[in-house]
Nanobody, 115 residues
Framework: QVQLVESGGGLVQPGGSLRLSCVVS????????MTWYRQAPGKQRELVAR???????NYSDSVKGRFTISRDNGERTVSLQMNSLKPEDMAVYYC?????????WGQGTQVTVSS
């Protein structure tokens, strides 16, 4: 079955950096479009960044220029490099993909931005 496992979250001060990773199994990763979402307390889940199977990327306006999404098809991993973190970036971050019309999510990893 398809599994997505995120890692890399933690506590960081404003202005700091974190790198999230998501390892995927149970599907042909190189054909999959991969997306990072986040959900802050009391808010709706929002798209952060997406990378397609052809390496096309797009970002939400709130993270453009600070976050970078990448993928390693050999390692079946999608990563999110987050720089210049702000308190408003604090959320649970999820990776997501869709296969055969079904949506798959990881368990999420907490990012806390606080001094």
């Amino acid at each position: 079955q398809v599994q997505l496992v995120e890692s890399g979250g933690g506590l960081v001060q404003p202005g700091g950096s974190l790198r999230l990773s998501c390892v995927v199994s149970g599907m042909i990763f190189r054909f999959a479009d991969m997306t990072w979402y986040r959900q802050a307390p009391g808010k709706q889940r929002e798209l952060v960044a997406r990378i397609t199977s052809r390496m096309t990327t797009n970002y939400s306006d709130s993270v453009k220029g600070r976050f970078t999404i990448s993928r390693d098809n050999g390692e079946r991993t999608v990563s999110l490099q987050m720089n210049s973190l702000k308190p408003e970036d604090m959320a649970v971050y999820y990776c997501q993909t869709t296969m055969n019309g079904l949506h798959y999510w990881g368990q999420g990893t907490q990012v806390t931005v606080s001094s």
